[in-house]
């Protein structure tokens, strides 16, 4: 069960890479081998996450972090541009990104998502098109496919929004 969600400490960066290797693991053997490769995301990036304040880890009961993801609040160059659909909405929205758990706790990417909806009421994520559990999450959560962005890096993303009141 996840006890308390807060702003990751440069001392949990040990955790959260590992929670981040765990995740990748998953992905692999859950058919997405082509996410999160060459060691995304890196020790510089998150440090660099943590640094900016969009990083967080979810805490279990006994205090331990068992999952990690970022949020940021505002405008995402990358989603300035959708592809074959279009947004809800054009209202200011919190964006999240990287959600990873241990394993060791059931319920981690609710819990985040839950938890960025007390910090904004519109959210948009998005999500490789081999991350079919992560796509699973986002459809039962209530979660629109809104249509398909590209990263930095010119990789496609499918994009979906959420806007509660």
């Given at each position: 069960m996840i006890a308390n969600i807060r702003r990751t400490a440069m001392a949990d960066?040990?955790?959260?890479?590992?929670?981040?290797?765990?995740?990748r693991d998953f992905m692999r053997r859950t058919g997405?081998?082509?996410?999160?490769?060459?060691?995304?995301?890196t020790e510089a990036f998150i440090r660099e996450e943590i640094e900016a304040g969009h990083s967080f880890v979810c805490e279990n009961q006994s205090g331990?972090?068992?999952g990690?993801?970022?949020?940021?609040?505002?405008?995402?160059?990358?989603?300035?541009?959708?592809?074959?659909g279009e947004w809800l909405n054009?209202?200011?929205?919190?964006?999240?990104?990287?959600?990873?758990?241990?394993?060791?706790?059931?319920?981690?990417?609710n819990a985040c998502i839950e938890w960025c909806f007390t910090q904004c009421p519109?959210?948009?994520v998005d999500t490789h098109r081999d991350n079919r559990v992560m796509q699973h999450i986002l459809e039962r959560l209530g979660f629109s496919?809104?249509?398909?962005i590209y990263v930095s890096n010119g990789t496609e993303r499918l994009a979906y929004q959420k806007t509660v009141s």
């Open positions: 960066l040990p955790a959260v890479m590992d929670i981040y290797a765990i995740a997405n081998a082509s996410q999160w490769v060459n060691g995304y995301p331990e972090p068992v990690t993801f970022c949020f940021i609040l505002g405008d995402d160059p990358t989603y300035a541009i959708i592809y074959e054009t209202e200011p929205y919190g964006t999240v990104h990287r959600i990873a758990s241990s394993g060791k706790e059931r319920g981690v990417a519109n959210i948009r496919y809104c249509g398909i």
